[in-house]
Structures are given as C-alpha cells and as structure tokens.
C-alpha cells in the first residue's frame, strides 16, 4: 500500500466521521440494507467490494461470514480501512483489477460508479472476476429524488464532480452482462421537514416508486439472460 500523508489520513477520517452523524447513519443503514438484500446470502462466499473507501461495508460483509477483498484507489482511505477490516484489502484502480476471472461469487460497488469516466468498464470488471450465476451489485446516488432535489448535492463537492448514471443507463450497460432487477432505497433527504415525522411514511410510499430512491440498486445475474 502507497504511503499516505497525515493530511491524506485527516481527510479520510473526516470523510468516514460523515457515516456517524445523524443523516449519515441514517442513510448508511437504509442504503447498507439495501446493498446486502440484493447482494443475498454472503457467508462463506467470495465477495469483493469495489471502492471500497473505509472499509464499513467490507466489514459488514466480513462479520457476516464472508471473505472479502476490499478494493480502493485511496491509499488514506485504505489506511483507516485497515484499522476496521482483519482482511484483505487492495490498492488498485477498479478498471483493472488484480483479480483472476471468475474468483467472486459476488461484487459490491457503492457510491463508485458516479466518480469514474469509465462506467461501462468497470462494470465489466466486475463482471469478469465475477463466477457464472453470481451477483454484481452496483448501488448509484440519484440526483432525480427527494434528496437530490432538498439536499442538491450536484452543488457541493464531492458530488458536483460526479457524473451520475440515469437508472435507464444503468439497466442498458448491465443488460449486456446479465439478467437484471433495479431498486430503490432512501426516499427522504436531510433537508426534509419534520424529517422525523414525515420520514418514515415518506420512506413507505417510495417504495411504490422505486426509480424515486436516492439509492438505485442495479443487480446483475452473471450470465443468466
């Protein structure tokens, strides 16, 4: 692993604090049920997690039995995922994996795909470390949702650098690996009003409008068509 400053270190600490504030937590939890919901039963599996930042999902995965790879082009970010993950992670860039064909039996993404310039790429190296009738599991952020309209991330970094993929993209560039199912997840934002009150019916109705989530899950069943 690359040497990181301890500013790097900061700002990955900083970055990971986020998912213990209010909203974060929140947040965290709805998409995080989301993510393994579709990913299924993970334990004893193969799983790799792609951009996999600080390590809280990898660590999920691995408390719930399986072995997992995390992977992250941030060397900081990988630092405090070590503190976290007793397994193994990866310094490497998600469109050229160290990985062999067919290792996993299921890949993980969250929060990735918006800051790459090479979507489609990724997605089809997922696919190939991914075994035949395993899962890749993609969760994006949607701009076209509550939280994109009350929150306006677009206008704030990191998200204002980010290049999000429409849930329309996302079903063309999986169908050319798979079968298919998109979801949603996360209907209300931090900026929503009595976002205690209204929050959980708010939740409940988004469900009958998936395509509404701030969180659009993409799952793809390798090879099965």
Known sequence: METSTHADIGAARRYDSWFDSPWGSHAWLVETRAVLAALGPAKGGRVVDIGCGTGRLTALLEAGGAHVIGVDLDSARLAVAADRVPGR?????????PITDGWADAVVTVATLE???????????????????GRVVAAVLNPRSVWGLLDRPARRDPYAKGCFVTRAE???LGAQHGRVHLDGALFTAERLPLRDTLGPP????GLL???LGAVQVLTITTGDR
């Open 170 to 172: 996302l079903a063309h």
């Open 202 to 205: 708010v939740e409940r109705i």
């Open 115 to 133: 800051f790459t310039s090479a979507v489609a790429a990724v997605l089809a190296e997922m696919v190939r470390i991914t075994r035949p009738g």
């Open 89 to 97: 992670l990866a310094l490497a860039d998600a469109a050229r994996l």
């Open 209 to 211: 409008a998936p395509r």
